[in-house]
């Protein structure tokens, strides 16, 4: 397949552009989302048809047009196919299954005491809305595959764990490659699962030629869940999973940023001058969090970390400040709406006890804006990534690429991000509140000469290991796969 250009087809919920209207006209908007802007990459290199699901009404009626070709800026363009899903399908399929059924299974979150509960609506979600979907993801690959039976395709994220088995069942010898970007949790929490939807996320999987992760841990998770559950023939060697008659290549590669795109943004205007106002009302020392408000990011936790460190270090107060910049997330979702709201009551109840003279111990910013967490990247005395699971934490990347106070990174020892760059974090365990509030006083505390180099050091990994190594990585394995190498005899 060489070093140039290549078809490629791209799988995942959301895509890169979603459309509204204007007076009539339509608009399109980047989409959201990290999956997005890593694949731009790939867009800008290849030639890459992606097919996504249709979300807004205007989406809906691009969908009904058929494939259209798009314009994502720099001279890069896509080939666009968005599937309109049943509406009522789409529900159960994102909003029972995937969120927070899915989600909240890998990454460790259910109360097993209380929930879940499968239930016959989870299970009617589940053949009417999960299967649904990924039956029209499926269709949609095989009418392109028609057209070009030796494209690749790429599947991504946890949404579609299915759709490769359908694709498989329609064209055999397609080259398929799904990336799971979240954590693969060891084999007995599968078994919150029914066995028949367990077996079916494990088999989806392993219909593919190559399967992604962006950590070994959860690579090594996922060969033995495919083991202990569908009977793989899996090697912990050289990663590989035998499952009907098909051989899976298991891989890592871990996600990353554009980093020179991203020191760019960092010296834009619009952050300057965000950055500009940040610094007017900081405190001298400055702790800063940036999350999206999901349970599994462990905010609460960490403002009670937080507390711990001031009631050890009265000597701090007035001094030191946590900002924690919150992106609101699925706030369709029970479960994350009243978690939003545990979030804002601890911060609530610690800057009550706390606060003095006008200093806030905790200010919290809940909103949607990524330049202004850019800002902060770069006013950051201590970052703080205590996350419960993460499949990687691009924060833990993102920050201390631009950051110009020689700020130190307190890590969970669960990210998937810990694995590369945790030799030169200040670790922690996720559920241990006390020792978070000792690491966030050891790391403020850290001699300048210290902190410089554990900076520079994830600096130059980060750059080094750049969101290009991601994708041709990936792309190697294809190359790998592309001569069926890996089959079974």
Not at 13 to 27: C, F, I, Q, W
Not at 109 to 124: G, N, V
Not at 168 to 185: M, Q, S
Request: proline content about 4%.
């Amino acid at each position: 397949m060489g070093n140039g250009r290549r078809r490629l087809i791209v799988v995942s919920n959301r895509g890169p552009v979603t459309y509204s209207s204007d007076n009539g006209e339509r608009v399109a908007r980047r989409g959201g989302g990290g999956l997005v802007t890593a694949l731009r990459g790939l867009v800008a290199h290849h030639d890459v048809t992606w097919i996504a699901s249709a979300m807004s009404d205007e989406d809906r009626s691009v969908a009904a047009g058929g494939v259209v070709e798009e314009d994502l800026g720099s001279g890069s363009t896509v080939r666009l196919r968005l599937v309109a899903h049943d509406q009522a399908a789409y529900d159960w399929f994102y909003n029972v299954v995937s969120n927070p059924m899915l989600w909240f299974l890998q990454h460790y979150l259910w109360e097993l005491a209380y929930t879940p509960a499968i239930d016959i609506a989870l299970k009617h979600a589940w053949t009417d809305g999960y299967v649904r979907v990924n039956e029209s993801f499926a269709a949609a690959v095989a009418d392109e595959l028609e057209a070009d039976p030796e494209t690749p395709v790429f599947f991504h994220d946890y949404h579609l764990y299915l759709a490769p088995r359908f694709v498989r069942e329609r064209a055999p010898d397609a080259l398929l490659a799904h990336f799971v970007h979240i954590p693969w949790p060891q084999p007995d929490y599968w078994h919150v699962l029914p066995e028949d939807m367990r077996r079916a996320v494990h088999d989806g999987l392993l219909a593919n030629d190559v399967i992604g992760f962006h950590a070994n841990r959860w690579r090594i998770n996922f060969l033995r869940s495919a083991r202990d559950l569908v009977d793989a023939e899996c090697d912990f060697v050289d990663y590989v999973a035998d499952h009907e008659g098909r051989r899976s290549l298991v891989s890592v590669h871990p996600i990353s940023v554009d980093s020179a795109e991203f020191e760019e943004l960092a010296r834009s205007d619009e952050v300057l001058a965000a950055e500009r106002d940040l610094a007017e009302r900081r405190p001298e020392q400055l702790i800063l969090r940036v999350d999206r408000t999901d349970p599994s990011k462990n905010i609460v936790r960490g403002f009670r970390a937080f507390e711990l460190f001031l009631d050890a270090h009265p000597e701090t107060h007035g001094r030191v400040g946590m900002l924690a910049l919150l992106d609101p997330s699925r706030q369709d979702i029970p479960e994350y709406s009243e978690y939003l709201g545990a979030v804002q009551r601890e911060a609530r109840r610690v800057n009550d006890r706390f606060q003095q003279q006008g200093w806030i111990p905790i200010e919290i910013v809940i909103e949607d804006n990524f330049l202004a967490a850019v800002a902060a990247y770069k006013q950051f005395d201590v970052l703080f990534v205590n996350a419960i699971f993460d499949g990687m934490n691009l924060v833990a990347k993102e920050a201390p690429l631009v950051n110009e106070r020689d700020g130190v990174l307190v890590l969970s020892e669960n990210t998937g991000a810990h694995e590369e760059i945790g030799e030169w974090a200040v670790s922690v365990n996720p559920f241990d509140v006390a020792g978070q509030a000792e690491a966030l006083n050891r790391a403020l505390a850290m001699p300048e000469t210290k902190r410089r180099h554990r900076l520079e050091a994830i600096r130059a990994h980060v750059r080094e290991h750049d969101v290009a190594a991601w994708i041709e990585g990936q792309l190697a394995d294809l190359d790998r796969c592309s001569g069926r190498a890996l089959l079974r005899d």
